[in-house]
């Protein structure tokens, strides 16, 4: 494969655009663009032929491995378009090297990370209509890699395909930024280490499902996970990366191969760390926890996640005890943090380092 900054990345636009839906209508994941990235894998040519087509559906024969065996990964990263009209990609770099993690840990050969960025900046440039404006409002772009050969032996496939495509979202609970009822469960386990949790893969996302119906049946939003051996340590809140305040110490669990890298994880560190916070990226216990919102130390406790940003957690349940957080409001560090994160993503705050990038809304075709 040559270069990964000349490798030119072909165009062909739809016949048949359709028509954009209105800002207040958007949801999570519902519509798509008019196009999508395409880009395929074999052992003889490498990556190849990359290339933004009309939007369409795959035609998979019923063999096809990923289908079965589920060699599969996906990212997912946003674009926002400012007050100032500019379309900026949030983190576009840090989403195309956890891509090649996901990758790595799923045996997909990795693809170029200059190649990968620039399909997210070819994608939103072809679909650039379709990036919402209303505040709250973004482009949620998801590039996923397929095992595409066509057998039933499970090994790692020797044909793959990777694929872009883009779907302008509103908020991504339908309430709002509104603190969350979760549930620490002790009978589910979303990964164990030496697994797939820190893979960005469907796997993941099919093992919480059992876990999560459990939890909304109790009337719980999300599932606060436990790892898999002593069903004792802290690790995820439903699709996301979980943090708290325990008295004047911010807590996040530790990248120990069973939760993902998250980059909203990443970006709040980095910001609790410039504002001079007390953090700590260390086990920590569901006994801990429900110590410290026994005798009031548990001050706030929010998810981090793409979709979300920031989802405060308002009531903790484990073994039958539930204890609010904050009186259940949304906490004052909370509100903090998804303000600035907001900020940066549409270019009314500064980005001092340098998170964002302007996409230029022509492609050579
Ligand atoms: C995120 O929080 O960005 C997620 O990973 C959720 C996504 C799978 C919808």
Redesign the pocket.
């Known amino acids: 494969m040559s270069s990964s900054n000349e490798t030119p990345i072909s165009l062909t636009r739809t016949r048949t655009p359709h028509p954009r839906p209105a800002d207040s209508s958007l949801s999570?994941?519902k519509v798509f663009t008019d196009h999508m990235f395409v880009m395929n894998y074999t052992e003889e040519k490498g990556w190849h032929d990359p290339r933004v087509v009309p939007y369409a559906p795959f035609s998979l024969d019923p063999a096809t491995s990923v289908l079965h065996y589920g060699q599969a990964i996906f990212d997912?990263l946003k674009a926002f378009r400012g007050a100032d009209g500019t379309i900026r990609l949030f983190r576009a770099q840090r989403h195309a090297e956890r891509l090649n993690k996901s990758a790595r840990a799923l045996c997909i050969p990795e693809l170029d990370v200059n190649l990968v960025r620039r399909s997210f900046e070819a994608i939103v440039a072809a679909d650039h209509e379709w990036v919402p404006s209303t505040p709250g409002t973004a482009l949620y772009i998801r590039p996923t890699i397929i095992a595409t050969d066509v057998m039933l032996g499970v090994h790692p496939s020797h044909s793959y395909t990777y694929f872009v495509i883009c779907s302008p979202v509103g908020a991504?609970y339908k309430e709002g930024v509104k603190p969350v009822r979760i549930l620490a469960s002790d009978n589910h386990v979303r990964a164990v280490k030496g697994g797939l949790g820190e893979a960005k893969t469907a796997a993941n996302?099919a093992a919480s499902l059992s876990g999560q119906a459990e939890a909304e049946k109790q009337g719980y939003t999300q599932v606060l996970w436990l790892d898999g051996v002593e069903r004792k340590w802290i690790d995820e809140v439903g699709?996301?990366n979980i943090m708290m305040k325990i008295g004047d110490e911010v807590i996040t669990p530790p990248l120990a191969g069973t939760i993902l890298d998250g980059v909203t994880r990443n970006s709040i560190l980095q910001l609790l760390r410039d504002w001079g916070h007390k953090v700590s990226e260390r086990p920590v216990s569901i006994d801990e926890v429900m110590a410290a919102g026994r005798n009031g130390t548990l001050k706030e406790m929010w998810g981090t996640?793409?979709?979300?940003v920031v989802s405060p957690v308002g009531e903790l349940g484990y073994k039958g005890e539930n204890i609010k957080i904050g009186g259940g409001q949304t906490g004052e560090l909370t509100q903090k943090l998804y303000d600035a994160i907001v900020g940066i993503q549409y270019g009314r705050a500064p980005d001092a380092h340098g998170w964002t990038t302007p996409v230029k809304v022509t492609v050579a075709a």
């Open positions: 999570f994941g997912g991504y996302y699709t996301m996640g793409t979709a979300a």
